[in-house]
């Protein structure tokens, strides 16, 4: 009846919140996944509580696909971790096995089956959802309520009791009223929950609104509480098992519900939990009691709950707490190897477990965790690598079987069920735990299918990937020579795999930084490699360019190697293929001898040039030229040094020298034809033969062109030829004057050493004394003339610098129209040619309008030759001017105020080392200003010497400024002056010093004083003091004013006045001495009503503060007594 009814169609449909770090660690785990030692799926995965979804159809039914699309789609990291699955209601789960009361008999047969964490990730659901469509006032109410009850009876039936939660949501088209105000809906979903054998807390409703979204939310948060509560109750059921176990026979039974209990702690997303329970299951693992037939068990579990422990810890920010789980996991374990046979499987699962570490360390980096260059997942990648390269060695050992050697019949490895029963268990052997393998003959078939599996395994391939992941992140920390190192691994692994060209790629990639660290033994023993990958490939320039190399002095190859690679360099030179080099694949060989048959009778280009910078030859060169310069009629001569470091020597056909400059090429070339065989041989005649250890000199000689005179000659390079063009050529290219990827070093390292040349013969040269000298300067001849210079340095500026200029000729004949060019030396600064002019009459002043250069000044005939004679002239200021504005009583102004006098101070310092006469001085005041007496010059004739310093001084006065006026111009102050030692043709020299602005201020109430120029002790001084109103209104003035001890005084001491615009108002007081002195006059306290701003002390600067009081004089008749 509706039992047998389908609600859904399809297979079932799966969700859940996937975080990002699970779907990068499930990518990294398919991508091998044909691997044997992979971590299964399930354990790599992020746990989360499974819920299943029943009464959706999602094909047919838009409202469910909605619903069902609201559940899966866009789900963000915020939301529970569950994964959903749309099932049928009929579904049927997998059973429950009988519930067992006592394991007083019972003897495990492993640790965890293999299917377990799949069945409660994807199988068995801590909750199942039965939706229904069903609203609160339907027609069929009694139905409908019945045929939903059915359906969760079905449900019930086919989890064949197990604890999973049972929920019902109530899909609805109208949105329900508040809790309470509906009391259909109240009794309706009582009625249905008893029909259900549900709790209320069990029953859901969801209306199809706009709003689904939300609604889902909630849902969820209530489904993860239901699963929450079922994950509990599994914990509960599993550690009730523990009273029940004994360690003597049950130490399985201990480790495996540690493990599930830690498992449901995941699913229940209590990490901490988990993290501890792992912990104790890892210890109890390692309790277990180990022999060969269980080991493989052991460890496969250790590395499961390793992992787990590991991941648990970097999801909890303590990535030091998972090294030190690691590097215990790795101590614990490194040891236990179980069968020697299968010595392999046990590298095989050491490399495994560094590879897994080290994706969860760059996973925990990749969200936010900070590594270093001393620790980070390259170590780890590295580390595996070594394992996987050690289980290549075990494998080549232990599986190397002949061909004829069949694979066991049946297969031990397979089992009925497709896989095994428990994780790291044989297949030939499964649920047995005794110490004794049951049957030794399966044993023995077991063991060689195994072998020969390992024996079809590309090693090579997995190490490589390895090499790959660390050199990857040597390189994002910084780590140049491990990434080298691992690189050459790489190389030396591409070659065992027989994939040459990368094998060669890699290795010239890492040449380069171990030239330049002369690590020579390495670099020896990769160029040894990569010369048999060029063999091999039939590379004629790459091989070579490493046979050049492997004969020179970076080589630590010994005399017999070397001898054999010349000798294959000289049958490719000859056109003939080389000798197999040692250790190569017999099947490569073969292959290689097609490709180099093929080389040879291919009609193409056999002439290669090889540039020498980049390598380390064999042959060494340094080009120099005598001198830096040569004069155009002296010929250039070049020196070429040669030495060669292979044990033989040997001949060159060809060296020639190129030149910035193509005419000079011919004249430097050496050439000489010889049989391709002769080219190393034992005799050391002939100009072209170059004898190990000895330095060879060819000298080269050529005349420059007169074209090239004030040119650079430069060599750009030397050009070495062996062979010749019957066989094959090969040129050696040094750029510029020579030098390889070793010589800098080689250069300083002999500059610094301390060691004594060894003295060699007059016709030999010494290498390390020699050295490079590329370029040369082509210079006009030496001219037999002589121009002499008279003056007087340094030039002052705006002077007139009197040169003379002696010109004699020593040539034996006559040279007519003979000109010289004076001025100043071109290129120098614009502002300086632009300021400095040069003439011919001293007696007129330069302007504007003379050059900086005169050129072509006729000087008659001459004996042949052109002289440049260049000076440098110092040229210094004459005179520090300083121009200071003080007040009358000589106080120093920042600013002056209008119509009132004030003073300009002139102070004139003599900088130069001659002395200077200043003729004359003039003030050209600007608008603003007015002289108040006479402007005469008062130093007119004064003779300054060096440091000197004259001064005068003039009364200026300024009128009110404009409004907006920060402040006016001063004017300037022109000096007339010339050396004291210039002959009166000698022009003055007119120094123009520009006068700084002054900020110009008025004031309301100006206040000055007439008095004596001293007093007398007790004798009336007479003081008047006038104050005049500036302004246009009426000003009150009250003054006050302050006695001292020094002076009585009559007069008003407080006063108050009222001064109309534009008038004086005077004051008159009898001062009367008291003390003799410089001695402080009574104060002047002025204070303005209307302009409170204005201080009494700038009114009072205006006025004189202390007056010299001379004592009281005698009378005239003590003094006669006195002098009686």
């Not at 890492?510 to 033994?521: F, H, L, N, P, Q």
């Amino acid at each position: 009846m509706v039992r047998g009814r389908t609600w859904e169609t399809g297979a079932p449909i799966v969700a859940g919140a996937v975080h990002r770090s699970d779907r990068l660690e499930l990518s990294l785990i398919c991508k091998m996944s044909s691997v044997q030692w992979d971590f299964p799926l399930e354990l790599c995965c992020r746990p989360m509580a499974f819920v299943a979804l029943t009464g959706l159809d999602v094909t047919y039914n838009a409202v469910h696909r909605a619903i069902w699309d609201a559940f899966c789609a866009n789900r963000r990291a915020d939301r529970v971790p569950i994964s959903f699955k749309v099932l049928p209601g009929d579904h049927e789960y997998p059973k429950c096995r009988q519930k067992r009361t006592s394991y007083e008999w019972y003897i495990p047969k492993g640790i965890l089956k293999t299917g377990w964490m799949n069945k409660h990730l994807n199988l068995v659901p801590a909750l199942v959802v039965v939706f229904y469509e069903l609203d609160w006032d339907d027609a069929q109410w009694k139905e409908k309520q019945s045929e939903c009850a059915t359906r969760v009876e079905i449900v019930r039936q086919s989890l064949h009791g197990r604890n999973t939660k049972v929920a019902v949501v109530l899909i609805q088209k109208k949105t329900p009223l508040p809790p309470g105000e509906d009391l259909i809906a109240s009794e309706r979903a009582a009625a249905l929950c008893n029909a259900c054998d549900l709790s209320g807390k069990s029953l859901f409703v969801l209306p199809h609104t706009d709003h689904l979204v939300g609604y889902i939310i909630r849902l969820e948060n209530a489904f993860y509480e239901h699963a929450q509560t079922y994950y509990y109750t599994e914990i509960r059921r599993v550690k009730s098992h523990k009273e029940f176990l004994n360690k003597t026979t049950h130490q399985l039974l201990f480790v495996r519900h540690q493990f599930k209990t830690a498992f449901f702690s995941e699913l229940k997303q209590d990490t901490q939990n988990a993290l501890k329970n792992y912990r104790t299951a890892y210890n109890l693992v390692h309790e277990l009691r180990a022999h060969e037939t269980n080991m493989l068990e052991i460890k496969t579990m250790a590395g499961f709950i390793n992992y787990k422990i590991c991941r648990l810890c970097f999801q909890h920010n303590a990535p030091l707490d998972a090294i030190a789980q690691f590097r215990k996991h790795v101590d614990l374990c490194k040891k236990k190897i179980g069968s020697a046979d299968l010595a392999f499987e046990h590298t095989a699962w050491m490399s495994k477990q560094f590879q897994a570490f080290g994706d969860l360390f760059d996973e925990a980096i990749k969200l936010g965790l900070t590594a270093i260059q001393t620790q980070n997942p390259g170590f780890y990648y590295q580390q595996a690598a070594y394992y996987a390269q050690e289980r290549k060695q075990l494998a080549n050992q232990l599986c190397n079987y002949d061909s004829s050697t069949a694979y066991p019949s049946p297969d031990p490895l397979e089992t009925p069920a497709g896989m095994l029963d428990f994780f790291g268990q044989r297949p030939w052997r499964q649920n047995h735990q005794s110490i004794e393998p049951p049957d030794p003959e399966k044993e023995k078939f077991g063991i060689l299918a195994l072998q020969l599996k390992e024996r079809d395994v590309d090693h090579s391939e997995l190490i490589i990937t390895l090499l790959s992941n660390a050199v990857a992140q040597f390189k994002k920390y910084k780590c140049p020579r491990m990434k080298s190192h691992l690189m050459v691994q790489m190389g030396e692994e591409y070659y065992y795999a027989k994939d040459y060209s990368k094998a060669l790629k890699l290795l010239d990639y890492v040449m380069c930084d171990y030239r330049s660290e002369r690590w020579w033994k390495l670099l020896t023993f990769i160029l040894t490699t990569a010369l048999k990958c060029a063999y091999l490939m039939g590379q004629i320039k790459d091989y070579i360019t490493y046979s050049l190399e492997l004969l020179g002095r970076s080589s630590t190859l010994n005399d017999e190697q070397k001898s054999r690679i010349e000798k294959n360099l000289i049958k490719v030179l000859m056109n003939e293929s080389p000798a197999p080099e040692p250790d190569c694949d017999s099947k490569a060989i073969k292959t290689a001898h097609k490709v180099w048959a093929d080389r040879i009778s291919l009609a193409g280009s056999n002439v290669f040039t090889i540039e020498m910078q980049d390598y380390v030859p064999f042959v060494e060169c340094k080009a120099r030229f005598l001198a830096p310069s040569f004069h155009v009629d002296d010929p250039v001569q070049l020196h070429v040094y040669l030495r060669a470091d292979c044990p033989h020597p040997f001949r060159f056909s060809k060296l020639c020298v190129c030149f910035n400059n193509q005419e000079y090429n011919q004249h430097c070339v050496l050439e000489e034809t010889y049989q391709t065989s002769d080219i190393f041989e034992a005799s050391s005649q002939g100009t072209m033969c170059l004898v190990p250890g000895k330095t060879r000199q060819y000298v080269f000689k050529f005349v420059a062109r007169t074209e090239d005179v004030g040119k650079k000659v430069e060599i750009t390079s030397v050009d070495l030829v062996l062979g010749s063009d019957i066989g094959r050529c090969v040129i050696l290219n040094w750029r510029g004057g020579g030098g390889d990827a070793a010589s800098c070093q080689e250069a300083v390292q002999a500059t610094r050493s301390f060691k004594r040349r060894p003295k060699l013969p007059d016709n030999e040269v010494c290498w390390d004394s020699v050295t490079i000298q590329a370029s040369t300067m082509v210079i006009s001849r030496v001219p037999r003339i002589s121009v002499q210079l008279r003056h007087e340095p340094p030039a002052l500026t705006n002077e007139m610098y009197c040169l003379a200029v002696t010109v004699q000729s020593q040539e034996a004949t006559t040279a007519r129209d003979v000109k010289l060019t004076a001025g100043l030396k071109p290129g120098q600064d614009a502002n300086l040619t632009q300021t400095t002019h040069v003439t011919l009459d001293g007696t007129e002043m330069c302007n504007d309008s003379h050059p900086a250069l005169l050129p072509d000044i006729p000087m008659g005939d001459l004996h042949p030759g052109e002289m440049d004679e260049t000076i440098t002239i110092e040229t210094v200021v004459p005179f520090d001017v300083t121009a200071k504005f003080v007040s009358t009583k000589f106080e120093h102004m920042d600013r002056v105020f209008a119509d009132i006098p004030f003073l300009l101070m002139m102070d004139i310092l003599s900088a130069s080392p001659w002395s200077l006469t200043v003729v004359t001085s003039k003030l050209e005041l600007a608008h603003s200003m007015t002289a108040v007496d006479q402007m005469e010059s008062q130093l007119a004739q004064v003779v300054l010497q060096t440091g000197e310093c004259a001064s005068e001084c003039f009364c200026l006065q300024c009128p009110p400024a404009p409004t907006n006026h920060s402040g006016v111009a001063s004017g300037r102050y022109i000096i007339s002056w010339k050396r004291t030692s210039a002959a009166k043709s000698i022009p003055v020299v007119n120094t123009l010093i520009t006068l700084p602005h002054v900020i110009v201020e008025e004031i309301p109430l100006f206040v000055h004083a007439e008095l004596p120029s001293f007093g007398r002790v007790r004798e009336s001084l007479p003081v008047k003091y006038w104050l005049q109103n500036r302004t246009k209104l009426v000003q009150d003035v009250e003054i006050c004013v302050e006695p001292n001890d020094a002076f009585m005084f009559s007069g008003l001491k407080q006063v108050r006045l009222r001064i109309l615009p534009d008038t004086e108002q005077e004051l008159l007081y009898n001062f009367y001495p008291l003390m003799a002195g410089y001695q402080q006059l009574p104060g002047l306290n002025i204070s303005l009503s209307r302009f409170p701003a204005v201080s009494n002390q700038l009114l009072r600067r205006f006025l004189p503060t202390h007056i010299f009081v001379k004592p009281q004089g005698r009378q005239a008749n003590e003094v006669i007594v006195v002098a009686a």
